[in-house]
């Protein structure tokens, strides 16, 4: 029997990474109580771009439509030496393989007042602002928190589960007393946020300058702003770097001064490489900043965050309505954990090529990347992580590796007469992509297991003449066995990538990873009792990405 709580879920925390976790809950229905010790927005930036994955999953809080408000997609990332010369050299494309730009530049309080306005339109959900967590009391059924207000007044407020999104210096995780992994890599960087007066266009977009005088970052930071970091040389004190001459200084040589930009900010930081190494206790969780902090080389922080909890909040909305068993969530940590720590060792490893203050050592360092770029050949971005173990299906064996774990792919599609990306068109949650006619594959009882996880099942078929792959209308794709309309793959992406596998069949996971694939109808259904079987702890042996 369940016990009456406040709430269903508190969130620590209300930057980017709580903001989208309230969001995902709040959208499927859940009451959410958000919890920040910060009494207004803070309104200068900290992250500065994501990925076209993590674009994805932002676009599924709703705000997609807005995302072009604070964003601009980079062209390219260019590491170089003192002398100009390219380390390495990453082409971004404007559309990437999930139907976002591969690199989004961002103004991060823009995001997150969007996030913001969002949230407060969705039914059950109590925003404190000015509330500080100061204790945790879970005894098995419901975890009771207890806050602090601005007059010092303490309040407590009941959930059934609790997620603490409440950054580097998490109070959650330290009541918790998990211990953390450090890879002890940090140095000091001094940032400066500029906002200029008139455009200037930079190319490419995003620069490491590996000059052992002074190793230096510029990046773009959303419409009209703009970022330079500089690294704290041995002998200079975080205290004379801060000074705002010293920022105009080192500025100068980039022709941005005080005539031409205002300097929004300029601080220290340290950035730091460790994850903590439960992500669960109990009924509290951590995510974000909370469970990993890495480098910025890659750009991975905020993405990583935003990972986490797409990864966690439909895990929990399924525990809560019990439509999978509470064991479930233990696979949140077994695929974000590893994750986590493969992005902050590239990042370490990207860290190390920059951070050399060294003459002799960064000669020898670019020599060596000289003669690895000597083809002059630029380089595409790594496609997303891929899940190496968790909730996974391993059966399945095509004519190429499993796809389990994979990002799947987003393209357009024409469905029900609409045309467009497949999540804005065929929508979010599972789904299930089929070239049979799901019903004769999987049988009115498997399907309508999968209606009450309220997934879409989709048969696809290649684009009529009519619709030319254009996104014109092509009027009825034909039956597709279930709701009477099939999707018209526009740009052959799902039949490219079944055909790659082997499969007939794809499911598709609510965070966008593939659960599995299958050829032929029998294999769909083992593929689907499978799921079934995971969710709800009858399959719990440890999976890797080998099946082993």
Sequence with gaps: MLTDTDTDVVVVGYGPVGGVLAILLAQRGRRVTVLEQRAQPYLLPRATSFDGETARLIAGTGIGPQIGEFTEPADGYRWQNAAGQALLDIDFAAIGPYGWPDANTMHQPTLEARLATRLSALPGVDIRRGERVVGLADDGERVEVTTSGPDGATRSVTARWVVGCDGARSFVREALGVSVTDLGFSYDWLLCDVELAEPRVFTPSNVQICDPKRPTTLVASGPGHRRWEFMR????????????????????????????ATLLRTATYT??????????????????????????FAGQGMCSGIRDVANLAWKLDLAMHGLA??????????ERRKQVEESIRSSVKLGKVICVSDPGAAADRDAAMLARASSGTSTRPEPAPPLSGGLLYQRF???????????????????????????????????????????????????????????????????????????SDGGDEGDAGVDGTAAADLDGVYLAYLGRCDGTTLLVRPDYHVFGAAKGAAEAATLVDDLRAQLTGAARAPRSRLGI
């Excluded at 004190?237 to 941005?256: G, H, K, M, Q, Y």
């Excluded at 730091?272 to 995510?287: E, K, S």
């Excluded at 065929?426 to 399907?447: H, M, Y």
């Design 233 to 260: 040389l041995p002998g200079e004190s975080n205290a004379e770097l801060e000074r705002p001459e010293t920022a105009w200084r080192l500025l100068a040589p980039f022709d941005v001064t005080p005539a031409n």
């Design 271 to 296: 950035f730091q490489a460790r994850w903590a190494d439960q992500w669960r206790v109990g009924r509290v969780l951590l995510a974000g900043d909370a469970a990993h902090l890495m480098p910025p």
């Design 325 to 334: 068993d509470v064991s479930v969530l233990d696979s949140y940590t077994t």
């Design 397 to 471: 064996t095509g004519v190429t590796e499993p796809p389990a774990g994979d990002v799947a792919p987003q393209g357009r599609v024409r469905y029900r007469g609409r045309t467009g990306l497949f999540d804005e068109v065929v929508g979010r949650g599972f789904a299930l992509l089929t070239t049979e006619d799901p019903l004769a594959a999987l049988g009115e009882e498997r399907l309508g297991f999968l209606a009450g996880l309220g997934a879409h099942v989709v048969r696809l078929v290649p684009p009529s003449d009519g619709d030319g792959g254009d996104g």
